[in-house]
């Protein structure tokens, strides 16, 4: 009977895929995106099931059930499935990890059934500690990652329902019991793992040309492009800034026609290390230059025309090169230099683009090379 139990313990847990040392997990929400950054040393199996849901896309159209703000913010939590046979499915109790950070603001941990006074058997339900809750530490939850961009999107995560959303007839019922009794509750619409590398193929007036994306290079800045690619923000987007005299500079865009959609992509993304210098070819996202370092990157980006290393003081962080066709963008019109004006263009849209400079080129569409 022993070596049976023995023999299913190895077959239950040779199920588990080994997952990357590190690598990050975007979460589009309804209030936002944020970025999880896991790190196996901290919690080698939470971190390798975390990838295995993940990649099955369990965390797909999950809502924050149980959200608490009062009387201090503690935490958010989900990880029940809409639909009751696959959270069934996943009902599979992962090895204890021992603590190896504390339970601070921005860490994630698994949540679990207290056993005594030691938490245990972790599935797929998961918090974000929305306060320290170091004091979580001595009861085994051991954080599995931090969040490390978008905090402050799921600090709005609606909490009105407290403890209220009932976790049995979530399993039993699936999303409908929620969305009758809880409508206004937040939910993950997508959790993907971000990818390292990956080629963007851009269809433009002056021809095709592609961006080869190496994220060890700047991850926010290489995340951000590809939620930017997916949501298929640079379609019809002008090159609205193309600068070739005195000497060949740059050419940017990352505008949208429609300035609704513009406002909604305005939020920043963290600063990235400079690894790579602004050499020919290479993409970078464009910002504002407040005292000496660059600031409100969001949307726009630029392509170096030419070597600029006097760009990498500012912390302009390459992410990307053209790796194919980098001559289709010479030949985007320039002879407008600098002359369209970027305020108008965010609040007015492509209309005023059409109106006063005409003869721009524009990008068609942009897709993600498998
Ligand atoms: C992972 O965590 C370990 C232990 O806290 C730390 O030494 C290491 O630098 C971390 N790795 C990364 C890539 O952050
Ligand atoms: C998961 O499985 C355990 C053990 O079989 C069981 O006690 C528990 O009720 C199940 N949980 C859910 C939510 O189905
Ligand atoms: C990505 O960049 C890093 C650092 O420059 C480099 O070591 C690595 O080989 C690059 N990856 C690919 C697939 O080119
Ligand atoms: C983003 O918002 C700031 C502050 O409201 C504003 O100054 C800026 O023009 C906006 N940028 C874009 C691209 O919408």
């Known amino acids: 009977m022993k070596s049976t139990l023995c023999l299913l313990f190895v077959l239950i847990v040779s199920v588990f895929a ?23 040393t901290w919690s080698p199996n939470g971190v390798d099931h975390l990838f295995d849901l993940v990649t099955a896309q369990y965390y797909d159209i999950n809502y924050f059930f149980r959200v608490i703000q009062s009387p201090t913010p503690f935490v958010a939590q989900w990880g029940i499935n809409g639909n009751p ?6 009902n599979i109790t992962i090895p204890d990890d021992p603590v ?3 339970n601070t603001v921005g860490t994630v941990a698994y949540a679990a059934e207290m056993n005594g006074n030691t938490a245990c058997c972790r599935t797929t339900q998961l918090f974000i500690n929305y306060g320290d809750n170091s004091f979580l530490d001595k009861s ?13 999107n799921t600090m709005k995560f609606f909490s009105g329902y407290g403890e209220n959303p009932d976790q049995t007839l979530i399993y039993e019922q699936g999303n409908s019991y929620l969305e009758a009794n809880f409508p206004k509750l937040d939910y993950i619409s997508t959790a993907r793992i971000s990818p390292d590398f990956f080629i963007v193929t851009f269809q433009s007036s002056a021809g095709p040309f592609d961006i080869t994306v190496n994220r060890t290079w700047a991850p926010n800045s290489a995340d951000r492009f590809y939620e930017l690619i997916q949501a298929g923000y640079y379609d019809s987007n002008y090159v609205y800034k193309v600068i070739d005299t005195p000497i060949p500079f740059i050419a940017q865009w990352g505008i949208n026609g429609d300035p609704k959609i513009t406002a909604q992509w305005n939020t920043s993304i963290e600063n990235d290390p400079l690894v790579v210098s602004n050499t020919i070819a290479t993409v970078a996202f464009a910002g504002d230059i407040v005292n000496n370092k660059v600031i409100n990157r969001n949307t726009q980006i630029f392509i ?3 070597s600029n290393p006097q760009l990498d003081q500012y912390g302009y962080a390459p992410f990307g090169f053209i790796s194919y066709a980098l001559t289709n963008t010479y030949s985007f019109y320039n002879q407008y230099g600098n ?3 970027e305020q108008l263009y965010i609040q007015y849209g492509n209309e005023f683009i059409e109106e006063n400079y005409p003869k721009l080129d524009y990008i ?3 897709a993600i090379q498998n």
Do not use: C, H, M
């Not at 080994?18 to 196996?40: M, W, Y």
């Not at 046979?85 to 996943?90: A, E, I, N, T």
């Open 364 to 366: 068609k569409g942009a």
């Open 18 to 40: 080994t997952a990357p040392e590190t690598f990050d997990v975007v979460f589009q929400t309804s209030q936002g995106d944020f970025v999880l950054s896991l790190n196996r």
């Open 85 to 90: 046979s696959v959270s069934q499915k996943w």
């Open 304 to 306: 170096n025309y030419r």
């Open 140 to 152: 085994g939850f051991a954080p599995i990652g931090v969040i490390t961009q978008g905090f402050s």
């Open 100 to 102: 190896v950070v504390s």
């Open 339 to 341: 002359s369209p004006s």
